[in-house]
């Protein structure tokens, strides 16, 4: 990623960090050694494909096939292999993501709200 973009950070954890970037209407993921910039839209859609996985399947089946889920991260190409550590903390990375942007909307709608006139 080029160093004339602005990136704010957004939310982290252990496993990785978010960020927006302004200038390209994007969201950075950093999970691991992987980074993957999405539309926000994009990111909507990735955050409800790695939500949609069932846990609970990967938790008590035995069967190596559940070992790892592979999700892709649209418009990228990249595909995610996550084990069932890396899914619970890509999880965690994105609801922290997605309510740090819910709480700037919030934010900016309740203070420019109070002084339009």
């Not at 200038?23 to 955050?47: A, H, M, Y």
């Not at 991260?73 to 595909?79: I, N, Q, S």
């Not at 997605?98 to 909307?105: E, G, K, S, W």
Request: hydrophobic share 40%; glycine share 4%.
């Amino acid at each position: 990623m080029s160093n004339t973009h602005q990136l704010t950070e957004l939310f982290a954890n252990t496993k990785g960090t978010t960020y927006q970037c302004d200038t390209t209407n994007r969201i950075i993921i950093q999970f691991g050694e992987t980074r993957v910039s999405l539309r926000i839209t994009d990111f909507l859609t990735f955050k409800k494909r790695v939500d949609s996985v069932d846990i609970h399947t990967m938790i008590f089946n035995t069967d190596d096939a559940y070992d790892v889920e592979v999700i892709d991260a649209p418009r990228t190409g990249h595909l995610f292999v996550l084990s069932l550590c890396d899914l619970i903390a890509l999880r965690d990375l994105l609801a922290g993501t997605r309510f740090v942007l819910d709480l700037n909307t919030l934010l900016n709608e309740r203070i420019y709200s109070t002084l339009v006139f």
